[in-house]
Every structure is written in C-alpha cells, then in structure tokens.
Antibody, heavy 121, light 109 residues
C-alpha cells in the first residue's frame, strides 16, 4: 500500500529553522517527483516546492524561494524540506505528495500524506 | 491573490448538477493541463481529474473536467451531501516555473 508519512512539524520561534521529513513506501520512489503543499489555517492549498525523481531539479514558489530547500535520498525513500527564516505566515499543515511525473513540472498529485503541522510563534 | 481564479463558493440541491470554473492565463492553463482536487474536512485532498478530462480509477463518472483556452471547468452531477468539500484546480505555470492552485471553491449541497 502506497504511503507518504510526514514528520518534523512542531512549534518554532520566528526566524528559526525546522526540518520536515517525508518517508515513502509502497511504490518505486525513484520514479516520481515529490512535492510539498501547505495549507494555512482558514486558507487554501499552496504549492511550495517540487524535486524531480533523480533529485537534480528543484522548483520553488516565490513565497519560499531562498528560505526553503527540498532534497531527497532515493536510497532511503525520503524527502526533506528544510525551512529557514520562518515567519508567522509559514504556520500551516504541510503535506508531502507524489507527482505523477518524473520531472515535477506536470503537477498532477495522485497521492498525499496526512500532513505535519508547523506553528511559528 | 491566487494565479488561478475560482469562485469562492457554489451551492446546489442534492441530485442537481454544478460546475466550478478555474480561470488562468497563457503561461499556465493556456499551455498546460489542469487537475482538480477534492478536499473533504479532516482528510487529505484527493485527485479527481487530471489531464483536463481524465478520472483516476475509483472516481465516479459524476465528476468530469473540461478545458477551453485559458479556462477549465469541473462538473459534478447527481450531487450528494458527501460531495460537500473544497475543490481546487491546479496546473504548472511556465512563467513562474512553479505549480499553482486556484483559491478553492466551497461546495454546499
């Protein structure tokens, strides 16, 4: 059964950093791009960042460019989202998701994790 | 302000049909396919439509998608109370080199 499990969320002070992890199972991890989506309280879904299946390409939303960094380890079936210079408006539920493509530039999310909550306060 | 524009809310009675629009521009919907997601309260979002018109396995044919120019539409027929959710469109934006979501539409049945 395909699973994406996020971890690493919590309460962090403004300006500090946090590392989110996503562990994948049940599918050929190295064949798919992985992207992060977040939802702030009372707000809609926001596309954040995607990393290609081989890890060579990353793309970011303008709102997090220069502050967030995504990486992956295909030998461990994990993706990491490093959050830096956190602000109050980064408080949200962060989802790890699978894109149907290798490149990540198609943006079709066919599987979602349950999310990990980040509170910046 | 979202790159893709959706109506904030739509409503219809059980058994009726509804459409949700998603308006974009040339660098996004104009040249890329659109996907649609259903977000039920307390659950992770779910893919309803991809490549403008295709349904993943398990999605009933009550849900349909279409695209014309720089706009896309999600259609839902035979509305059920269980369809009450937030619906989002999404696509790749070539100018931004990023994915974009619509602002979401709350469906009330």
């Amino acid at each position: 059964q395909m699973q994406l499990v996020e971890s690493g969320g919590g309460v962090v002070q403004p300006g500090r950093s946090l590392r989110l992890s996503c562990e994948a199972s049940g599918f050929n991890f190295s064949h798919y791009a992985i992207l992060w989506v977040r939802q702030a309280p009372g707000k809609g879904l926001e596309w954040l960042a995607v990393i290609s299946s081989d890890g060579f390409n990353q793309y970011y939303a303008d709102s997090v460019k220069g502050r967030f960094a995504v990486s992956r380890d295909n030998s461990k079936n994990t993706v990491t989202l490093q959050l830096s210079s956190l602000r109050a408006d980064d408080s949200a539920l962060y989802y790890c998701t699978r894109d149907m493509s290798k490149t990540g530039t198609v943006f079709i999310v066919d599987h979602w994790g349950l999310g990990t909550l980040v509170t910046v306060s | 302000q979202s790159v893709l524009t959706q109506p904030p809310s739509v409503s219809a009675a059980p058994g009726q049909s509804v459409t949700i629009s998603c308006s974009g521009r040339s660098p996004n919907i104009g040249i890329n396919s659109v996907s649609w997601y259903q977000h039920l309260p307390g659950a992770a979002p779910k893919l309803l439509i991809f490549d403008n018109t295709k349904r993943p396995s398990g999605i009933p044919d009550r849900f349909s998608g279409s695209k014309s120019g720089t706009s896309a539409t999600l259609g839902i027929t035979g509305l059920q109370t269980g369809d009450e959710a937030d619906y989002y469109c999404g696509t790749w934006d070539a100018a931004l080199s990023a994915g974009v979501f619509g602002g979401g539409t709350k469906l009330t049945v």
